[in-house]
């Protein structure tokens, strides 16, 4: 048997949500969950945080704070990343903006 797979590489979030094929609406959700993600990662190096005072502050399991820190979304709402966030003292603020949807 044969594998074939080819490599992609994707530089932005938008890249990677189209490269593993994820609808329009799940890709903003996705890119939503990335930027959070990031800003967590950041706050955790940043501040030598240890996955398990993560946990215990946000009011998370150690493993699920460890897969996410991972990079591992599956199954992980906003809703948690933001909690997460809010837990280690930072405040998410929402913008949105209308689309130029000319091409």
């Keep these: 048997m044969i594998n074939r797979t080819r490599k992609i590489t994707a530089r932005r979030p938008e890249d990677i949500a189209k490269a593993i094929g ?5 890709s903003k959700e996705w890119q939503v969950q990335y930027a959070l993600l ?3 990662q950041h706050v955790v190096r940043d501040e030598g945080l240890t996955h398990a005072e993560v946990a215990r502050r946000g009011g998370s399991s150690r493993t699920r704070v460890t897969a ?9 709402s906003s809703d948690l990343l933001i909690r997460l966030l809010g837990a280690l003292g930072y405040r998410v603020k929402v913008s949105v903006t209308r689309v130029n949807t000319a091409a």
């Design 22 to 26: 994820l609808t329009g609406a799940d």
């Design 68 to 76: 996410i820190l991972n990079g591992n979304l599956d199954k992980v």
């Design 38 to 40: 990031k800003h967590l």
